[in-house]
């Protein structure tokens, strides 16, 4: 079955970077979207980042442009968010996704989430 572990979240300093990985598996990854989207505490989720598979530009919402980037390997079916100049308001629970940031991939496979926390 599709299976989606995270790792690499924790602790960090305003200003500081973290990797995320996502190591998939159960399905072909190379041809799936995949992405990334986050919780913060108290609030809903929201889509960080993300792969189309039809064309489209990566996604990434506003707050991070700039700062974070996604990428993937498909030889090792990992997905990769690098989050460079963390804020405060970055902290939350980071989730892997399969699918692109769509609303339709709600119902799709996701990771059990890594956490992340920008504090002093």
């Known amino acids: 079955q599709v299976q989606l572990v995270e790792s690499g979240g924790g602790l960090a300093q305003p200003g500081g970077s973290l990797r995320l990985s996502c190591v998939a598996s159960?399905?072909?990854?190379?041809?799936?979207?995949m992405s990334w989207a986050r919780q913060a505490p108290g609030e809903g989720l929201e889509w960080v980042s993300g792969?189309?598979?039809?064309?489209?530009?990566?996604y990434y919402v506003d707050s991070v442009k700039g700062r974070f980037t996604i990428s993937r390997d498909n030889a090792k079916n990992t997905v990769y968010l690098q989050m460079n100049s963390l804020k405060p308001e970055d902290t939350g629970t980071y989730y892997c996704?399969?699918?692109?940031?769509?609303?339709?991939?709600?119902?799709?496979?996701w990771g059990q989430g890594t956490q992340v926390t920008v504090s002093s």
């Open positions: 996704v399969k699918g692109p940031p769509t609303v339709a991939s709600y119902s799709q496979p």
């Open positions: 792969f189309y598979m039809n064309g489209k530009p990566t």
């Open positions: 159960g399905f072909v990854f190379s041809s799936s979207a």
